[in-house]
C-alpha cells in the first residue's frame, strides 16, 4: 500500500510565480518528512525537511509546510525558477527505523521562463 | 569529502541471471540503503544496513540480498532475475542518528532485464 502520496504527478508554473507541491501520507507515526529534487540520470538531492514538532521549516526559497491532523505537507517554492524544473518526491521516515524512507511518486515541476 | 558512487551505471541481464550492483558510502556516514525505482513510481525501500548487519528490510523476497564491508561500501544481489526487477537501483548512505536525517543518494544503476 502506498503510505505517501503525490496525487498531482505534473505542475507548470511560470517563472517567478509560485510553485506550491502538495503530499499526503496515511501513517500517523511517521515522524519526520523530507523534500528531494531529482534530475534526470541523477540520483535524487536533498532539499528541506521537516520534523513532525515543527509545522514550518523555511531554506531560502523553499518552505515546507506540515499539517499533522489532516496528513498533509506541502513544499513551496518562491520565486520559481527554471532550474527548479526536476521532478520532487516526499518522503516520510517512521520513528526508531534509521533512513527508511518511504517515497511518494513524484511531481514533476515545470517552471516555464 | 566523497559523495554516493554508484557501479555500473547501466546493466542488461537476461532473466534467471544474477546481479551485483555496487555501492561506496559517502565518507564518514555507516548507514545504506538501498532503493528500487520503476518507471514512474517512487523508491521503495529494499533493506538497509548498518555497521555490517542488516537493519530493516522492505517487501522484497530474499532473492534480493545484500552485503556491507567494513569501509560500509556496500552490494546488492538479486538472483533469479525477473523482468519487472528491470528498474533504477539507488544507493543511499546516512550517518546513524536516533531520529531522521537526510541521506545521500548515488546516481542510481539502471537495471534492465530482458
Known sequence: DQQVKQNSPSLSVQEGRISILNCDYTNSMFDYFLWYKKYPAEGPTFLISISSIKDKNEDGRFTVFLNKSAKHLSLHIVPSQPGDSAVYFCAAIPPNTGNQFYFGTGTSLTVIP | ?114
Not at chain 2, 544474477?18 to 532503493?35: A, K
Open chain 2, 1 to 114: 569529502e566523497t559523495g554516493v558512487t554508484q557501479s555500473p551505471t547501466h546493466l542488461i541481464k537476461t532473466r534467471g541471471q544474477q546481479v551485483t550492483l555496487r555501492c561506496s558510502s559517502q565518507s564518514g556516514h555507516n548507514t545504506v540503503s538501498w532503493y528500487q525505482q520503476a518507471l514512474g513510481q517512487g523508491p521503495q525501500f529494499i533493506f538497509q544496513y548498518y555497521r555490517e548487519e542488516e537493519n530493516g528490510r522492505g517487501n522484497f523476497p530474499p532473492r534480493f540480498s545484500g552485503l556491507q564491508f567494513p569501509n560500509y561500501s556496500s552490494e546488492l544481489n538479486v538472483n533469479a532475475l525477473e523482468l519487472d526487477d528491470s528498474a533504477l537501483y539507488l544507493c543511499a548512505s546516512s550517518p546513524k542518528t536516533p531520529g531522521g536525517t537526510e541521506a545521500f543518494f548515488g546516481q542510481g544503476t539502471r537495471l534492465t532485464v530482458v
